[in-house]
């Protein structure tokens, strides 16, 4: 079996090697995880939101170290590692350990249709959970999924990229030091093989982050074991940019929702649909701009603003996109080439009247590439914006806020900003990131997020032994149950009067039946 390495891609550097998990050890790492889980899930609330609070303390302690590391394994630059990937974590660490043991203490429900009954939520670990994270965002993603899983009293098992290895290990270690109890976050490390495997396994759910292909095959997989999914797919994200639109910020908005970690992103602004009336001068200010952009082989400076292909097998797409364009005829306003080192896709801005039937307009790229179309009217415009198979974000740049949020609306994606790049949403802890369409299912971040980390039952007991009684529905049927139900039924009429004239028809049917038939 070959090794896993984690290679530098802006040096070729090798980093470190690995053996990879064999599937027959599989089992063993589960039985030690189930075994963690069970101690963990005995934990308080308040006691699990502590260790949030240690793993914090962890992750700030060797914050510019594990940005280093991210950056030396990724090819992004430190700054973006710093507050792309570190300065999420901590902010969602914040959010669920003040947050969580309200969120998950039981929840009292209103039971007006039994009122003698009342009920709750009882909120119940997944168990033991699996996370198939992504190389684009090898240490933000995965920890998300295993903070939630943890506050929520699950034990993890996380498989990695093969291609960013160490970033995942880097969690692990982060959960040991903050004093997690052992075997709570275990590492497996191997290819697709691997993962199939740990489907086997039957974990209590499986949250995967990556391409819409694999995430078939791992519904596929989970569907025959009845495993429930979260999938976190692509996208080809639309700007769409108003007449209205103040083109300084529009451009400066564009370039870094298109540019920014590359491209190497699901949130990436991969679509910009502009008023025809100003698309030439925005092109123009969106030139200007790229061409000062900073792109390179990161290093312990802060000089870059983009750095590297982290995936080598990405590259591929690139030239497959950048050929399909210049095929169809499309205008390459920026960039369309790779350095001469083949390290990265310089700044690539397309545009062009067939640009709409291009590879580089309808799929992602994930990739520092951006298409442009025009549109003449805010219909066009919406319409353009929605012909796609992905649905996960989407931005809008106006100077009528208002008018802003109705297009909002109107657009079929997750998560829309407005004056905003949209590839901001995923950092945030308060709000619900996920998609729709082929770019996926499920929620992760925010407050409602946390139930799909748990089984939610509901409990339902007397109010009091007064009302312990043999109730109206039980056997054996007659007719008095059936005249007493339709009566109540009456009580529900859309008028008032015809309420008041149906109670004490139900009264009366009610008494009639507890004198002839006894319950208590």
């Not at 793993?55 to 594990?66: A, G, K, P, T, V």
């Not at 009067?497 to 004198?515: C, E, T, V, Y």
Request: glycine share 8%; net charge positive; proline share 5%.
């Amino acid at each position: 079996m070959s090794k896993i390495v984690s290679r530098n891609p802006a040096t070729g550097e090798i980093l470190r090697e690995f053996e990879q998990t064999s599937p027959v050890h599989l089992n063993e790492v589960f039985v030690k995880s189930r075994e963690a889980q069970i101690k963990w899930a005995s934990y308080s609330l308040k006691k699990r939101a502590y260790y949030l609070i240690l793993l914090r303390e962890m992750l700030l302690n060797q914050s510019e170290e594990i940005a280093t590391l991210i950056s030396s394994e990724t090819g992004k630059p430190r700054f973006e590692a710093l507050t792309h990937e570190v300065l999420p974590s901590v902010l969602l660490l914040t959010h669920f350990a003040k947050r969580g043991p309200k969120l998950l203490r039981d929840k009292k429900l209103s039971t007006w249709s039994v009122p003698y009954r009342k009920s709750y939520l009882n909120y119940w670990p997944l168990g033991v959970v699996a996370v198939i994270s992504p190389w684009n965002y090898p240490f933000m993603l995965p920890f998300t999924q295993i903070a939630l899983s943890l506050m929520a009293g699950n034990s993890v098992i996380l498989k990695p990229s093969e291609v960013t290895p160490l970033s995942g290990i880097k969690i692990q270690e982060l959960c040991e030091l903050a004093g997690l109890p052992v075997g709570i976050v275990q590492t497996i490390l191997g290819d697709g093989t691997l993962g199939a495997a740990l489907i086997d396994q039957k974990p209590g759910k499986i949250f995967f982050i990556g391409s819409p292909s694999t995430g078939r095959k791992i519904m596929e997989a989970a569907s025959k074991h009845l495993i429930p999914v979260s999938l976190e797919l692509g996208g080809k994200n639309p700007m769409i940019i108003l007449p209205d639109a103040d083109l300084d910020f529009a451009s400066s908005a564009a370039l870094w929702g298109a540019y920014m970690n590359s491209g190497q992103t699901c949130a990436q602004t991969g679509r910009i649909i502009i008023h025809e009336s100003i698309a030439e001068l925005f092109v123009l200010k969106f030139k200007e701009k790229a061409a000062q952009l900073r792109q390179g082989a990161p290093n312990t400076s802060e000089g870059l603003d983009l750095g590297v292909a982290t995936f080598e097998n990405q590259k591929t797409v690139y030239e497959s996109h950048i050929k399909d364009a210049k095929d169809r005829g499309a205008h390459f306003d920026l960039g369309g080439e790779m350095s001469s080192d083949r390290k990265f896709l310089k700044p690539t801005l397309v545009s062009g009247s067939n640009i709409e039937n291009t590879k580089a307009y309808l799929d992602e790229t994930f990739g520092p590439l951006v298409a442009l179309t025009t549109y003449k009217s805010i219909d066009e415009a919406v319409q353009k914006a929605n012909q796609n198979q992905y649905g996960l974000t989407a931005s809008i740049i106006t100077k009528n806020a208002s008018f802003g949020e109705e297009i909002a609306k109107r657009l079929e994606a997750g998560g829309i900003a407005i004056n905003e790049a949209a590839s901001v949403l995923p950092g945030m802890p308060e709000a619900p990131w996920g998609g729709l369409k082929e770019s996926g299912f499920g929620r992760v971040r925010s407050d409602d997020s946390i139930y799909e980390f748990v089984h939610i039952r509901h409990i339902n007991r007397p109010k009091s032994r007064l009302f312990v009684f043999k109730s109206l529905w039980w056997f054996p049927y007659t007719d008095g149950q059936y005249t007493l139900i339709t009566s109540f039924m009456g009580l529900f009429r859309r008028h008032y009067i015809d309420k008041a004239r149906a109670l004490p028809h139900f009264l009366w049917n009610l008494i009639s039946l507890l004198k002839t038939e006894r319950r208590f």
